[in-house]
């Protein structure tokens, strides 16, 4: 059964650093390409970053620069380094991974940036 279980997520000040992490089980993790997603009340989920089976990575245009995704394939974990946050990062942030053209998500994080 694939899973992804979400961690890291907390309540930080603008222009500090978090890192999420996202553990995958039930799968050939880094054969699929999988992604970070947020969601904020009221809006619909969007999407944040992006790496592939071969670790090409991409990042909306609002976070390049300040996040970067990367994983671990030993840990069976995916990361998501984000750094100078803004109040417009707040959002429950989603791991998302394509399994045999299936996709799953994950319960998601909590992430509260404050002025």
């Known amino acids: 059964q694939v899973q992804f279980v979400e961690s890291g997520g907390g309540s930080v000040q603008a222009g500090e650093s978090l890192t999420l992490s996202c553990t995958g089980s039930?799968?050939?993790?880094?054969?699929?390409?999988m992604y970070w997603y947020r969601q904020v009340p009221g809006k619909e989920r969007e999407f944040v970053c992006e790496?592939?089976?071969?670790?090409?990575?991409r990042c909306a245009d609002s976070v390049n620069g300040r996040f970067v995704i990367s994983r671990d394939i030993e840990k069976k974990t995916m990361f998501l380094r984000m750094d100078k946050l803004t109040p417009d990062d707040t959002g429950i942030y989603y791991c998302?991974?394509?399994?045999?053209?299936?996709?799953?998500w994950g319960h998601g994080t909590q992430v509260t940036v404050s002025e």
């Open positions: 790496i592939t089976s071969l670790d090409g990575t």
């Open positions: 998302r991974g394509d399994v045999d053209m299936r996709t799953y």
């Open positions: 039930g799968f050939r993790f880094g054969w699929y390409i």
